[in-house]
């Protein structure tokens, strides 16, 4: 079993940055596919961004490509996503997901049910 628990979360205005860490409670941290997803009130739960294990492969939704960015310190156990540029519509609760299922290793996946495990997800807050 991992535990996620993302950090990082908060309150800004339109244009402000933010950066959420997620840390992960596995021993093989390093073995994980790891995703960004967001859900906004209302609306079903989306994906953002996601890595690959060696965090040499990345993916993100065309919505946040040149804005976000999701990386990965495996000696730390975390993924980071940096949230740049943040606009309203982005407000919502941003959950971590790991994937420790069989895979290649060079995947990165866009999907909620490709995961396995999941943080409590942090809250973020986009002003106008």
């Not at 000696?75 to 290649?104: F, G, I």
């Amino acid at each position: 079993q991992v535990q996620l628990v993302e950090s990082g979360g908060g309150s800004v205005q339109a244009g402000d940055s933010l950066r959420l860490s997620c840390v992960a409670s596995a021993r093989t941290f390093n073995m994980y596919a790891m995703g960004w997803f967001r859900q906004a009130p209302g609306k079903e739960r989306e994906f953002v961004a996601a890595i690959n294990r060696s965090g040499v492969k990345t993916d993100y939704a065309d919505s946040v490509k040149g804005r976000f960015t999701i990386s990965r310190d495996n000696n730390k156990s975390t993924v980071y996503l940096q949230m740049n540029s943040l606009k309203p519509e982005e407000t919502a609760v941003y959950y971590c997901a790991a994937r420790d299922r069989l895979y290649t290793g060079s995947e990165v996946f866009t999907r909620s049910w490709d995961y396995d495990y999941w943080g409590q997800g942090t809250q973020v807050t986009v002003s106008s």
